[in-house]
Nanobody
Framework: VQLQASGGGLVQAGGSLRLSCLAS????????MGWFRQAAGKQRELVAK???????TYADSAKGRFAISRDNAKSTVYLQMNSLKPEDSAVYFC??????????????????WGQGTQVTVSS
């Protein structure tokens, strides 16, 4: 299973970005999907997560500005980020709890991470 994140970049304060994360591989089912971020010198923190039934949790810092969504048919999770602030600058990582199948048709549960995409918000 691989997660490929994209959509980061440089934006001015008040601007918007949309992150995408595509899961691929021998996937049987994807449960929770989410976005985390890690700023320089800080610990990785949750931004938002969404279950496969659409239940959403946001960090306080993301409420009212960010929106997480997913397309189960495309195995993709999105993060729409609006009204960006300089303190939102970080490397953003997606993750997913995946039930995958082995070549011998066994089911394996695992949590997978994308490679990270840099978001920089200038003041």
């Amino acid at each position: 299973v691989q997660l490929q994140a994209s959509g980061g970049g440089l934006v001015q304060a008040g601007g918007s970005l949309r992150l995408s994360c595509l899961a691929s591989g021998r996937i049987s089912r994807i449960d929770d999907m989410g976005w985390f971020r890690q700023a320089a010198g800080k610990q990785r923190e949750l931004v938002a997560k969404i279950t496969n039934s659409g239940v959403i949790t946001y960090a306080d810092s993301a409420k009212g500005r960010f929106a997480i969504s997913r397309d189960n048919a495309k195995s993709t999770v999105y993060l729409q980020m609006n009204s960006l602030k300089p303190e939102d600058s970080a490397v953003y990582f997606c993750n997913a709890d995946v039930i995958s199948t082995t070549p011998t048709s066994e089911y394996v549960a695992g949590r997978y991470w994308g490679q990270g995409t840099q978001v920089t918000v200038s003041s």
